[in-house]
């Protein structure tokens, strides 16, 4: 295995002007310099690519895999799909795409090619088409018939030998899907709907699929001229607040692996549109994070999106001689490590030797996990770098932050260019959950700031004077209430007025001349 310096992450130098350094040249190498809202921003597979990013029911948008910390003989995988889902989003919340596959690829023996694919495929359904709601009263079950809008899915498990479909399994039939959180009214125990989603299969497998809180974390304001221009607004974590729609799958690692010799897979996940003419294309491919944002250049962006593992040889050039630190050392001088990186090689094509490297493995990007590393018991944000070979880049535990690792890498971290980087964003804003599927509930619509005059759980309906009021308004509560009603009086009376004057025009036009 390739030495890693193991260090405490307490007393890092947290050295500003290179973490703003080298995430700006990361935003410059895919946008240019360019002032973006955080919504149209890229957080490592989110709009990373100019195709996907116009159809977000496909993007997917982070991928995670890890041995379950409460069940260490089975491993978890965790992938999110559609970016920057803002909570309040109605009247048409968001949803897994009917005229898709949702596919989780696991490569068993290191040949770039997938032995096992599990496909997720989601039918909607709408009870009543006459109303523009989502949800028509308080949701307090999944098969409550106030969830107007509601998705099944089925699961199959497809065996493969050299890309060809040798069988095909179905592991679970019309699974009901979590819906989009609306709100504390729509939806007042929201916990509940999520543990009706979860499904254990007959095959020893677990299932989940729903909205959840994005749980990528990083500072995204680099679009904004490189954080203000003057490095002041960093240390934020630009994706707090949003949602994703995630598929979780728990397995066990028996099924999954070539033996408990060879206990290393390579996973990535894809998804397949339907086109007009009937036939599934792919559209979107994740494995390692951040590949496609800061590795592959604009040209190959869409390609590397449809392409498979298998022929990954044609973007070696982009991981041997990398943007990303000529860039760094153009704007900040700190000198990049001498070309072609065989390290980065070594780390997102084969995986690291002595730890997550197959033998015999053809090199291929791949999110590479060797299941028979037991979980940390105290897990470090930074993994093996730090130490922790129970993460990134062995898998990827949502705790992990990928974006401070993947830059110290880039930098040099593993040929002797030791370095502090990182974007000053440890941590997710929200805690994750210790049991499957980990990741955490998803932002509530009705996350606001509450009218005013009003108090938590009161009804408002008979102070709609003051409820009207934003939060925080300076203006005074009785003079506002009368113009209110001064308002709706006029709106009355002007109403009435135009009703009498069409009237009027009416029956001069019926008149006889």
Request: charged share 20%; aromatic share 8%.
């Amino acid at each position: 295995m390739t030495p890693l310096n193991s260090r405490s992450g307490a007393g890092r130098s947290g050295l500003i002007a290179l973490i703003c350094g080298a995430l700006a040249a990361g935003g410059l190498a895919a946008a240019g310099v360019t002032t973006l809202a955080p919504g149209a921003a890229s957080a490592s597979s989110h709009r990373e690519a100019p195709l996907i990013s116009g159809t977000p029911q496909y993007d997917n948008t982070d991928l995670y895999a890890f041995v379950s910390p409460d069940k260490p003989d089975t491993t978890t995988i965790v992938a999110n799909w559609i970016p920057f889902e803002e909570p309040a989003g109605g009247p048409n919340f968001y949803t897994f795409a009917d005229d898709a596959q949702y596919d989780l690829h696991i490569d068993n023996n290191g040949d770039a090619q997938g032995e096992l694919v599990f496909r997720y495929t989601f039918k909607t359904q709408t009870k009543n088409g006459e109303t523009f709601l989502y949800n028509t009263g308080p949701v307090t079950n999944l098969a409550d018939p106030d969830l107007n809008v509601t998705q099944t899915y089925d699961l199959d498990l497809i065996r493969l030998k050299n890309e060809h479909e040798v069988s095909k399994t179905k592991l679970a039939d019309d699974v009901p899907v979590a819906p989009s959180n609306v709100g504390k009214a729509s939806m007042p125990d929201y916990g509940k709907l999520r543990r009706q989603a979860i499904y254990k299969t007959a095959g020893g497998t677990t299932t989940f699929a729903g909205q959840a809180d994005d749980p990528f974390f990083l500072d995204l304001r680099v679009f904004d001229l490189l954080y203000g221009g003057n490095l002041s607004e960093v240390g934020r974590d630009t994706l707090k607040g949003y949602n994703v729609n995630t598929i979780a799958l728990q397995v066990p690692n028996d099924l999954i692996r070539e033996s408990s010799h060879q206990p290393v897979v390579g996973i990535w996940s894809t998804t397949q549109r339907r086109n007009a003419q009937g036939y599934y294309a792919q559209v979107s491919r994740l494995g390692n994070p951040l590949v496609n944002e800061v590795v592959n250049p604009q040209k190959d962006k869409d390609k590397f999106n449809a392409s498979q593992p298998a022929y990954d040889g044609q973007f070696l050039k982009n991981v041997t001689n990398p943007e990303l630190p000529k860039l760094i050392e153009s704007i900040y001088k700190i000198k990049a490590p001498a070309e072609p990186r065989n390290d980065l090689v070594d780390v997102f094509l084969k995986g690291v030797k002595g730890l997550n490297q197959p033998p015999n493995g053809k090199p291929s990007e791949e999110l590479r996990l060797n299941t028979s590393i037991k979980p940390s018991m105290h897990p470090k944000r930074l993994g093996v770098l730090d130490g922790d070979n129970a993460g990134f880049p062995n898998g990827r535990r949502l705790t992990d932050d990928v974006i401070d690792e993947a830059l110290q890498v880039v930098e040099g971290e593993l040929v002797g260019a030791k370095n502090d980087l990182g974007d000053a964003v440890d941590e997710n804003d929200k805690k994750f959950e210790k049991y499957f599927p980990y990741v955490a509930e998803p932002t509530a619509g009705s996350r606001g700031r509450l009218a005013k005059g009003t108090t938590a759980g009161a009804d408002v309906r008979s102070q709609l004077g003051d409820a009207l009021q934003p939060a925080g308004s300076s203006s005074g509560g009785s003079n506002d209430t009368m113009l209110i009603a001064a308002s709706a009086a006029s709106g009355a009376a002007g109403i009435l007025l135009i009703g009498t004057a069409f009237a009027w025009w009416r029956r001069r036009m019926q008149r006889a001349y």
